[in-house]
């Protein structure tokens, strides 16, 4: 079992940046069966989207509506995956969860608003 846990999320204005950090409490690519870390986000009322992903290999992807403004990277060193969220929107607001995919570990979540 490996604990994740987001953090860094807040209030900021529009066109500002946040860097959100998810800490694993062990290396998370050591786990047989992941070999993806993902970010998602929740608003109310909404489904839950998929907004980044680094693979173990280190490629990247997202989803379009942030490409371009968001950037996910990991530091092995401190089991950590971040994602900095530049140029944010007020469509940015949610809550924002990283996930081991293969085990589908979750951590829970952290919030990120963005006022106009």
């Known amino acids: 079992q490996v604990q994740l846990v987001e953090s860094g999320g807040g209030l900021v204005q529009a066109g500002g940046s946040l860097r959100l950090s998810c800490a694993a409490s062990?290396?998370?690519?050591?786990?047989?069966?992941?070999?993806?870390v993902d970010w998602y986000r929740q608003a109310p009322g909404k489904q839950r989207e998929l907004v980044a992903s680094?693979?173990?290999?280190?490629?990247?992807n997202y989803a379009d509506s942030v490409k371009g403004r968001f950037t996910v990277s990991r530091d092995n060193a401190k089991n950590t995956v971040y994602l900095q969220m530049n140029s944010l929107k007020p469509e940015d607001t949610a809550t924002y969860y990283c996930?081991?995919?293969?085990?589908?570990?979750w951590g829970q979540g952290t919030q990120v608003t963005v006022s106009s």
């Open positions: 996930r081991a995919r293969g085990a589908n570990y």
């Open positions: 680094i693979t173990i290999g280190g490629s990247t």
């Open positions: 062990r290396s998370i690519f050591s786990i047989n069966v992941v070999n993806v």
